[in-house]
């Protein structure tokens, strides 16, 4: 009954965030806008993370390297055999769909540590791997992509709900990002709400017990695998196409540090946790460099190496804060919150009819 009620109230705030969103590019500049693309491109990442982790509990560090095939599919599909941009982002999804499936079934007979170790390895070989064939993917010096112009009708919608003169690239692009995002939002949702989502987490809470209930341990790993490898393949083809240039040190083996952290302070097993984790992890290093460079106190020399280390060090940082007070990452922290509050008020009105609260060991 009180998860009945409180519907209406998580469909208010889901459409208010919404709202938020398709509006952003109409009171912000272009090149802000770009920068909310790529918030909502680690959006989309994490929560093909947060499936696999969160869900699952099957951890990876080589979803850098993940998306990095997404982009490279894109990329050389567009520059070399001049096909739509638009033609290549559900391409780059699947095929690295297809090459995480065929990564889950190793995977399969690797316990927490050296599923983690293997997947670390992957990300870490992945940028020597793509110098290889130079003149495919263009070595050391990349590929480069025109940025993308906007279909009439969607510049002619812009021009005549803002008044702006033309709908710029930038805006484009998060646009097309943003439908992304909600499409696929709205597909994990439906897949943790039913049965494959209530596999996924009886296979995290006890493989032992999940299959004497009968659930297929190893084809619902593998599948979460592959979901978790189709999301980061759909961000890597929006990174590539946002940033305009694909090159090995473009996808660092820090990324999938850096995307995992953002899962862990987002919240683990939960829909709007990627969306936060995004934010995070695009401006919190950001955000962390301007601040230290606008402060006098700290000596220069503090300064510049913090600066050098300064995504390294917030997400450290960060992340032992909400270890230690919200082990549940930010959306755990705010449905504790939003509880508390609620039975303060619920005390309180009990109080106030001079009712007594129900005795939990009687009820």
Do not use: C
Request: charged fraction near 10%.
């Amino acid at each position: 009954m009180r998860s009945r009620r409180r519907t209406p109230t998580i469909y208010a705030l889901v459409l208010v965030v919404v709202i938020f969103f398709i509006g952003l590019p109409t009171v912000v500049t272009s090149f802000q806008s770009a920068e909310w693309t790529q918030v909502l491109i680690f959006a989309i990442v994490i929560m093909g993370l947060n499936i696999l982790v969160g869900y699952s509990g099957q951890i990876s560090l080589g979803h850098g390297a993940l998306m990095a095939l997404g982009a490279y599919t894109t990329a050389i599909l567009v520059h070399r055999y001049h096909l739509d941009y638009l033609a290549t982002i559900p391409i780059a999804g699947l095929l690295t769909g297809i090459v995480g499936f065929f990564l889950g079934i190793p995977a399969l007979r690797l316990s927490a540590l050296y599923l983690a170790l293997a997947t670390f390895a992957l990300a870490v070989v992945t940028p020597s791997l793509i110098k290889r064939p130079a003149e495919f993917t263009g070595g050391v010096q990349g590929i480069e992509l025109l940025p993308p112009q906007p279909p009439n009708f969607a510049s002619g919608l812009f021009t005549q709900v803002t008044g702006a003169p033309s709908m710029s690239s930038d805006q484009w692009l998060y646009y097309l990002t943003l439908a992304l995002a909600l499409v696929l939002f709205w597909l994990a949702w439906n897949l943790v709400r039913h049965r494959p989502g209530r596999a996924l987490r009886a296979i995290r809470d006890g493989e032992v017990a999940a299959a004497a209930f009968g659930v297929n341990i190893a084809g619902y790993k593998t599948l979460a695998f592959a979901v978790s490898a189709f999301y980061a393949g759909i961000a890597g083809s929006l990174y590539g196409l946002t940033i305009g240039f694909v090159s090995p040190d473009t996808f660092p083996v820090s990324l999938s540090f850096e995307v995992l952290v953002g899962a862990v302070i987002g919240g683990l097993a939960s829909i709007p946790g990627p969306l936060l984790g995004g934010i995070v992890t695009f401006w919190l290093p950001i955000i962390s460099n301007q601040f230290v460079a606008g402060q006098d106190w700290i000596p220069s020399q503090v300064a510049s190496v913090f600066i050098k280390a300064g995504p390294a060090v917030s997400y450290g940082a960060l992340l032992i804060v909400l270890m230690i007070f919200a082990p549940r990452g930010l959306v755990g922290l705010a449905v504790t919150l939003y509880g508390a509050v609620q039975a303060r008020i619920r005390g309180a009105g009990e109080r106030s009819t001079g009712q007594m609260p129900p005795d939990a060991q009687t009820v």
